[in-house]
């Protein structure tokens, strides 16, 4: 091709070049355009709302303790901007509190919240997961819950129950409870009927007492009525609210028969599959949230109910003396190294447990005791 020839055809190529631009730039406009419209559909589309039942074993509101589930709600309800909306029931509303598990494992509703001892006579290695007398504190039990293969434990034992647990509340240390007498030795222990649930009713059945499982709205008119001669139930925080003053006035220290109770959140297993991935996470985030913000709450409070309980309405505060603890201490080891004897499941648990415990104690010892004691 000559010169000439090369001249007269460049005009051809440009045009061609800028037609070829042309078509491309429109393709691409019209493919970010198709997006854009795409993720406004996407946007704007209604998405579907889940609208789950909460059952409670607690009353309605209830300070620390009631007020757990209703924030779980609350969060969700924010954090998956209104899909999942949760209606929370007191116990008694929907089902009594002691039918909480039952009725999240048939699926009537989806969620449920209280603790796992009051499972024990269903299963007797559910209390591991809310308190071992003379077993972890509330920060040691999270420890082994969410980097000691608890939580894993937890799930593998509620599996057949066709329920997914998740910690979620812990009211710290407990107070030993309200009595209607003085303790002074094991002999003012023979033959006193206590509300007081999970492992610590058998341990207290051992040393010559008698232990009432009843759930916390029966508490009050129990023990005003003689049901009852003593009761545990939480802290000052919460046993202010209840007017326990009301009905005994010694209260006793320390809670040696729930250290660091850990509350529970159940989900029914096909309601949680329904969910999509976000949904469920955040469901697991909420339950983790209030899992600490309980034990900030009570930390906050309980001082406070406390001297209102001595100054303002004359409770006598007392000691456990140190004989009826050490007896408890021994019932209580001798206790699980016969349940963990005859039942696999609870061995296998409790083993996790006890070396867990083993370790943070010794650490404990040396940052959380000796800090304590210099201060």
């Known amino acids: ?76 309800d924010k954090m998956s901007d209104g899909r999942l909306k949760i209606t929370v029931y007191g116990a008694g509303e929907m089902v009594p ?52 293969g608890g939580i894993e434990l937890y799930r593998e034992l509620y599996a057949p129950y066709n329920l997914i647990p998740m910690a979620a509340g812990n009211t710290g240390v407990q107070m030993a409870g309200w009595f209607n007498r003085e303790i002074n030795s094991l002999e003012d222990i023979k033959g006193l009927k206590m509300r007081i649930p999970g492992l610590a009713g058998e341990v207290f059945n051992r040393v010559g007492g008698t232990a009432v499982n009843i759930p916390g709205g029966e508490i009050f008119t129990s023990l005003q009525t003689g049901v009852i001669d003593a009761t545990e139930w939480v802290g000052p925080y919460n046993d202010l609210a209840f007017g326990l003053y009301k009905t005994a006035k010694y209260y006793y220290y320390p809670g040696w028969h729930e250290p660091g109770p850990t509350l529970e959140l159940i989900v029914n297993k096909q309601a949680f599959a329904s969910l999509p991935k976000d949904l469920q996470e955040i469901l697991e ?75 943070t104690k010794s650490y404990h010892q040396i940052s959380e005791r000796a800090y304590l004691n210099a201060r």
């Open 1 to 76: 091709m000559n010169k000439q020839q090369i001249n007269g055809f460049m005009p051809a190529v440009i045009l061609a070049l800028l037609a070829l631009v042309m078509l491309l730039g429109g393709l691409y406009v019209r493919a970010v355009t198709t997006q854009q419209d795409d993720l406004q559909y996407a946007s704007s589309a209604p998405q579907q709302v889940y609208h789950w039942k909460m059952v409670t074993t607690w009353p309605k509101n209830f300070p620390g303790l009631g007020m757990a589930p209703e924030r779980i709600a609350e969060w969700v």
């Open 285 to 359: 985030v909420a339950a983790r949230a209030v899992n600490q913000d309980s034990l900030d709450e009570y930390t906050a409070l309980n001082n406070a109910a406390l001297e209102e309980l001595v100054q303002q309405h004359g409770v006598i505060l007392k000691e456990l003396p140190e004989d009826v603890l050490a007896e408890l201490k021994r019932v209580s080891l001798a206790l699980y190294d016969e349940m963990s004897a005859s039942d696999p499941t609870f061995a296998k648990i409790y083993d996790s447990f006890k070396a867990f415990a083993e370790g």
């Open 97 to 148: 509190a002691l039918q909480v598990f039952d009725t999240v494992s048939a699926g009537t509703a989806q969620l449920g919240h209280g603790a796992a001892y009051y499972w024990k006579g269903k299963i007797p290695a559910a209390p591991l997961f809310t308190a071992v007398p003379f077993g972890m504190t509330a920060q040691e039990m999270n420890a082994w819950l969410y980097h000691g």
